[in-house]
C-alpha cells in the first residue's frame, strides 16, 4: 500500500530536545544570549548568602568597615539582579516565541501541502488540535515558565556550589538527606508522567476531533435525529478525557511531598550547623550562608518541581508536534515527489517537461489501508484535447483513478505519465500546472467568489479571472450571483454543490493545466446548473484533455469516448458516435 505514515496518538517523548534541534537552530544565537543573561541573574541571586554571612560574621568580631563594605555590595547586587532578572526574562520570552512561532508556520505549511491521503487518514479535529492546542501550550509554556526553569535550574547549580566551597561535610550531609528522598519521589513521577500526560493530550484530541466532526455532520445530526446517540459518543469520550486529566494531575500531586523533605533536610542542617558551632568546627557566618543558601536550593528545587507537570506537558506537546511535522515534512518542493518504488521509470525527466502532453496509466494497482486492492490492472491513456467520461456502478473505483491519475495518491503497482515522465518524478509545483482534479465536493473558503479564486497557484488577478468567466461562458451566473466580490457564506455554504464545482472549473481554466479531471458532483445538481456546468466544460480550450467521472446520462452522452469501470478494472471503452 502506498500509504503515507500516520500520526501516533501517544508519539516516543525521548530525545524529544534533540529532535526539536533544526527548528532551534536558527534562533541559537538569541536562544543563548537569553540563557546567558539568566545564568549571570542565577549567580548574582546565590552570591546574596555568602555576603550575608560574611556581613553576620564581621558584625560578630565588630569589624564596621566590613560589615558596611558586605551591606554596599549587597545593595549593588540586588539592583543588578533585577535588571539581569528582567533583560533574562524579556530576552527568553522573545526568542522562545519565536521559536513557536516558527513551528507554527512550518505546521501550517507543512499540512497545506501534506499529501491527501494523510490528511484523509487523520481525523481534522486532531490536526487542529496539534497545531493550535499543542502550539498554545508550548507558547503558554515559554511565556510562562521557561525563565523559570532556567534560573531555578541555574541557582541550584551554583548554591551547590557555594554550599560545598563553605563547608563540604554539612553539605553531604544535607544532600544526604534531601537527594536520594527527592530522586524516590521524582522517580516514582516519571514512571507515569509520559502516560499519564500523552493519554490526557490524546484524549483532549480526540474529543476537539468529535467536535470538529459535530460540526460537519450537523445536518445529519440535526434532520435525521441522530443527536442523542451522538451526544453520547460525545459524553464518553469527554468523561474519559476528565479521566485523564484527573490522572494527570494525580500524578503531577506526587511532586507536593518534596515539600516535607525540604523541612526534614532543614531540621538536620540546623541540627548539625549547631552542633558543629558549639564545638567551635564552624562559624555562625557559615551557618547562616547554609541555611540562606539552602532556601535557594529548595526554592529552586521546589521551582524545578512544581515545573515538572508543565514541561511535562510542553514535552508531551513538542512530541506531538515533531511527531506531525516528521510525518509531512517533504523535501523541498523543486525535489521529485517520488514515494515508494520508481517502478516504470521515467524515459524523460522533468526538467526538459512539456506543457501539453499525453497522460496515461499502466498497470495501476491501489489498496486503501485495509489492503483490499479496488483498482487492478489498470492502463489507460488519454492523448492531447482528449475528452473521456469514466463511467461505473458506485464503489468500481472512478474516485481513486481519478485521484491516481492526478498524483495525488501514488499507485501500489503500476505507473501513471505525463508525456512520458512518471508522475513520481516530477515535482509538485509543475505537475499542478499540468494535471489538475475537480473534485466531487470542491472545498472553498469563507470570504467572496474572488478570494475562492485567488486559492490557485499563480495567484490570478481580477482581469484573469474576468476572462477565466467569459471563456467558459459564466458571465451570466456570476452577474446573478453578485459578481467576483460576492460573499460565498461559511466555506461556500451559499452556494450549491454544483455551483461549487463551477467555482472549481473556473479554478482550473484559471490554473491551465493539459489535462483536467473533474469527479462530477453525486448530488443532486439542478438542471439548469448542470447546463452550466456541461456548457463551461466545452468552453475549455480544444488542446486540454478533459477526463470526467461521470454520473450523469447528459454528460456521458456529450462525451467522445466513454470508459467503463467495474471492481477496479476496465470493462470496456466505447465511441460515442453521437
Ligand atoms: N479513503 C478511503 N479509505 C478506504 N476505502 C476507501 C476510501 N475511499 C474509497 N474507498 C473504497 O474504495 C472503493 C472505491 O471507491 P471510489 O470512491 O473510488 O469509488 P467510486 O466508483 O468513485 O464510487 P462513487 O461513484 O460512489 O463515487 C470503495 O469500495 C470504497 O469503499
Known amino acids: 500500500m502506498a500509504e503515507p505514515a500516520l500520526l501516533d496518538e501517544q508519539p516516543d517523548e525521548r530525545r524529544v530536545l534533540r529532535r526539536a534541534a533544526p527548528h532551534l537552530r536558527p534562533h541559537r544565537r538569541a536562544l543563548a544570549v537569553a540563557v546567558v543573561v539568566g545564568l549571570a541573574d542565577s549567580a548574582a541571586l546565590v552570591a546574596v548568602a555568602p ?67 494523510f490528511l484523509e487518514s487523520h481525523r481534522t479535529g486532531d490536526l487542529l488540535r496539534r497545531t493550535t492546542g499543542e502550539v498554545a501550550a508550548l507558547a503558554s509554556f515559554v511565556r510562562m515558565h521557561l525563565r523559570n526553569l532556567v534560573s531555578a535550574t541555574a541557582t541550584l547549580l551554583f548554591t551547590l556550589v557555594v554550599l560545598f566551597g563553605y563547608s563540604w561535610q554539612l553539605a553531604l550531609v544535607q544532600l544526604a538527606v534531601f537527594v536520594p528522598l527527592t530522586l524516590l519521589v521524582m522517580r516514582w513521577f516519571q514512571r507515569s508522567a509520559p502516560r499519564a500526560f500523552g493519554g490526557k493530550a490524546a484524549a483532549e484530541a480526540t474529543v476537539a476531533a468529535t467536535f470538529t466532526e459535530t460540526l460537519n455532520v450537523r445536518e445529519a445530526l440535526q434532520s435525521a435525529r441522530g443527536l442523542p446517540g451522538w451526544l453520547r459518543r460525545f459524553d464518553r469520550e469527554n468523561a474519559a478525557a476528565v479521566g485523564a486529566a484527573r490522572r494527570a494531575i494525580r500524578v503531577e500531586n506526587r511532586i507536593d511531598l518534596v515539600g516535607l523533605i525540604e523541612g526534614l533536610a532543614l531540621v538536620v542542617l540546623l541540627l548539625v550547623g549547631g552542633w558543629s558551632v558549639s564545638r567551635g568546627a564552624m562559624g555562625v557566618g557559615t551557618v547562616v550562608v547554609f541555611v540562606l543558601a539552602s532556601r535557594n536550593l529548595f526554592d529552586s528545587f521546589s521551582d524545578i518541581s512544581q515545573l515538572v507537570g508543565e514541561v511535562q506537558t510542553a514535552r508531551t506537546g513538542l512530541a506531538r508536534l515533531l511527531d506531525l511535522l516528521a510525518a509531512t515534512d517533504r523535501p523541498a518542493d523543486e525535489a521529485p515527489r517520488k514515494e515508494g518504488s520508481a517502478e516504470g521509470s521515467a524515459e524523460g525527466s522533468a526538467a526538459e517537461l512539456p506543457l501539453r502532453g499525453e497522460l496515461a ?35 468500481s473505483g472512478k474516485t481513486t483513478l481519478s ?54 497557484h499563480s495567484a490570478p488577478g481580477r482581469a484573469a479571472m474576468e476572462r477565466a468567466v467569459a471563456e467558459l461562458g459564466l458571465e451570466d451566473w456570476l ?82 469516448r466513454v470508459i467503463a469501470l467495474d471492481g477496479g478494472r476496465v470493462a470496456g471503452t466505447m465511441a460515442n458516435t453521437q
Not at 540586588?78 to 508556520?105: C, D, I, P, T, Y
Not at 491501489?366 to 456502478?393: I, K, M, Q
Open 403 to 456: 485521484k491516481l491519475l492526478c498524483g495525488l495518491y501514488a499507485p501500489d503497482r503500476g505507473v501513471v505519465r505525463f508525456a512520458g515522465v512518471d508522475l513520481r518524478d516530477i515535482p509538485e509545483a509543475e505537475l499542478r500546472r499540468r494535471v489538475v482534479l475537480v473534485p466531487q465536493e470542491v472545498r472553498m473558503v469563507t470570504g467572496t467568489v474572488a478570494a475562492n479564486l485567488e486559492l490557485v
Open 479 to 560: 452577474r446573478d450571483l453578485g459578481g467576483l466580490d460576492a460573499e460565498v457564506g461559511v466555506r461556500g455554504s451559499r452556494l450549491s454543490a454544483g455551483e461549487r464545482q463551477i467555482v472549481g472549473l473556473l479554478r482550473a481554466a484559471l490554473a491551465d493545466p493539459a489535462v483536467l479531471v473533474l469527479d462530477e458532483a453525486t448530488a443532486d445538481i439542478d438542471p439548469v446548473t448542470a447546463g452550466r456546468l456541461e456548457h463551461a466544460l466545452d468552453g475549455m480550450r480544444g488542446d486540454r484533455t478533459i477526463v470526467v467521472v461521470a454520473h450523469r446520462p447528459a454528460t456521458i452522452a456529450r462525451l467522445p
Open 361 to 395: 496509466c499502466e498497470g495501476l494497482g491501489y489498496a486503501y489501508r485495509d489492503g483490499t486492492e479496488v483498482l487492478r490492472g489498470v492502463s489507460l491513456s488519454f492523448p492531447v484535447g482528449d475528452r473521456s467520461g469514466v463511467v461505473g456502478e458506485t464503489g
Open 51 to 117: 555576603l550575608i554571612g560574611r556581613a553576620t560574621d564581621a558584625l560578630l568580631a565588630g569589624d564596621r568597615g566590613g560589615l558596611l563594605a558586605a551591606a554596599a555590595v549587597l545593595v549593588l547586587l540586588a539592583v543588578l539582579q533585577l535588571g539581569l532578572a528582567r533583560a533574562g526574562e524579556l530576552l527568553l520570552a522573545k526568542a522562545g516565541e519565536n521559536v513557536v512561532r516558527s513551528l507554527r508556520e512550518k505546521c501550517v505549511e507543512n499540512l497545506a501541502s501534506a499529501p491527501l491521503r
